[in-house]
Structure formats: C-alpha cells, structure tokens
C-alpha cells in the first residue's frame, strides 16, 4: 500500500470537554498524504462524528458484537457503529483478549460481523513476553491469522487490517525493536500471501509504546502499512507528529 495509515485508539479515556479540545487541536491538521483515523469509546462516536466530519480523519470504534442484532444487553453492532459514520473498528485488542476473554474464533465471528456492516476491522495480533522469550511468538501468530482463515474467506480476508501489536510493548514505554516489528510483518505477509490473491493491498500495522522519536524507524520497514497508536493518541501534539513521521 502506498499511503500509510495511523490509527489512534484512545481505549476507555476522554470526556466531552477534553474530547473537543484534542479534536480542535487535531482536525486538518494531519499530513494529507496519510491516512488518518481515531477509535473512541461508544459514548463519543456521536461526538466524534460531528467534530470529524468534513475532515481526512476517519473514526473508528474499539470494539462491536459478534452479533446483528437483538437480545444481547450491553452489546453495540457493527450497524450501530456505522451509522455514527466508523470506517473502522479494532478486534482482537490484547485487552479484549486478556481481559475479557476473548478468544481467536470469537475474534474472527467479530471481524466478520465488522465487515458485514461494511466497516474495515483492524485486528490485532501478537505474542505475551513469555510466549516470545520461549520462542513461540510465530506459533501464537500463526494460530491467531489462522482462526481468521476459519471463518473468512480469501476475499474478506483481503478487507482486513492487521496490526502487530506484542503484548509485552502495549503500554509499557517498550516498543519492539525495528528488527522485530520487521521480522513478524514479514511473517504476516507471507501468510497473507498463502490465503490472500492481493495480499499487499491488506494493510499491516505495528502497534505498541509508538512515540514519535520512533515512528518514522517503524513505519519505514518495507513491509509497514503504518501504525496504531494508544497512549501517544491521547496527546495532540505526540499523534500529529506520529502522523508526520508516516509522511
Ligand atoms: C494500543 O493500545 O493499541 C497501543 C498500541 O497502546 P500504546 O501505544 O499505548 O502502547
């Protein structure tokens, strides 16, 4: 893919006085040859709408059911999602996944319900500290994409965003080396390449502990498709910069 793209996922933070001050500070501001968007919480999606639209920067959610519709209290569907406008939404956060239990195949179910109201799902993928140590970090992958595979076909697959995001450089201030981020992307496009007719129109990005005095190592690796980016998003000038550094 040619242009990059930087996704800002703000997890459970904001409110609506400090949504509109970052959203002021953010709007037009990003660099044109990139693609832009922000995930946010369900309460701000109407908030988001209103400040984004008009504007290159894309919103996106952090999370739907597996779900169309129905008797299922608490959930949000992918439809509800896209009628605030979400081009996109994050499954398979390791928060999700750990937290909440998701596992591989509900991941998948998401991705496919995700794509079914016409939204792009970044699904995140990556290894704990101890699965890597132990040397197991493609095992864990391998097993995350394939669940993808079991319950998508070539052409949804070829829909999705992948983004690398290794458990032990979320929120840590730790981010993988280049060498790492590159060796797992690559592992990643060769699987894509084997379930996919146009893998290199899939976008893979990297996310964990991405700063700006390391973005512009990150998001040069041949196989980067750009970023996703938690903590950093939540301050206007760390993102834009994130975003130059994508440029
Ligand atoms: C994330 O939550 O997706 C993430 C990458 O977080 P951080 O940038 O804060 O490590």
Known sequence: MERKLVV?????????????????????????????????????LAQGQRALSGSATMLGAQNLSEFDAGAYTGEVSGAMLADFDC???????????????EDDLLVARKARAALAAGLAPIVCVGESLVEREAGRAEDVLLRQLDALARVLD???????????EPVWAIG??????????????????????????????????????????RAAALFSLPDSDGGLIGGASLIAKQFLEICEAAA
């Open 154 to 164: 070539g052409a949804s697959l070829s829909r999705l965003v992948i983004a690398y």
């Open 8 to 44: 800002g996922n703000w997890k459970m933070n904001g409110d609506l006085v400090g949504n509109q001050a970052l959203f002021e500070q953010l709007v037009g501001r990003s660099p044109g040859s990139v693609d832009t968007a922000l995930c946010l919480p369900f309460p701000y």
């Open 172 to 213: 840590t201030g730790r981010a993988a080396s280049p060498e790492q981020v590159q060796a797992i992307l690559s592992f990643v496009r060769g699987w894509l390449a084997r379930h996919v007719v146009d893998s290199r129109a899939v976008r893979v990005l990297y996310g964990g502990s991405v700063k700006a005095d």
């Open 87 to 101: 081009r996109f939404v994050i499954v398979g956060h390791s928060e999700r996944r750990a937290l909440f239990h």
